[in-house]
């Protein structure tokens, strides 16, 4: 089992940057690939990135391609997303998940464990 915890979520203007870290426990962390989704009040829960257990693969959903990165430290336990260049659409709950399947899916329901988010708001 894998337990995540997000951190690094705030209040920022448009424009800002944030860099969001998930601390995975367990021995298994660099079996998973990771991935990133987010929830705006009122909205579905949305895929966001995604990354490979090696870090050699990823994805991003189109509305975040080239402003976002995803990356991630075995050795730590811990994936990242860099946000640049913030927008207010970006506000929302981000939330790292783990896939023991190594998909790389943007499918909500191919993710196995889940963190309880961090607050990302964007003023403009």
């Known amino acids: 089992q894998v337990q995540l915890v997000e951190s690094g979520g705030g209040l920022v203007q448009a424009g800002a940057s944030l860099r969001l870290s998930c601390a995975a426990s367990?021995?298994?962390?660099?079996?998973?690939?990771m991935g990133w989704f987010r929830q705006a009040p009122g909205k579905e829960r949305e895929f966001v990135a995604a990354?490979?257990?090696?870090?050699?693969?990823?994805r991003y959903a189109d509305s975040v391609k080239g402003r976002f990165t995803i990356s991630r430290e075995n050795a730590k336990n811990t994936v990242y997303l860099q946000m640049n260049s913030l927008k207010p659409e970006d506000t929302a709950v981000y939330y790292c998940?783990?896939?023991?399947?190594?998909?790389?899916?943007?499918?909500?329901?191919?993710?196995?464990?889940w963190g309880q988010g961090t607050r990302v708001t964007v003023s403009s």
């Open positions: 998940a783990a896939d023991q399947s190594s998909l790389l899916s943007d499918n909500k329901y191919e993710y196995d464990y």
């Open positions: 367990g021995r298994t962390f660099s079996r998973y690939a």
């Open positions: 990354i490979s257990w090696s870090g050699s693969t990823t």
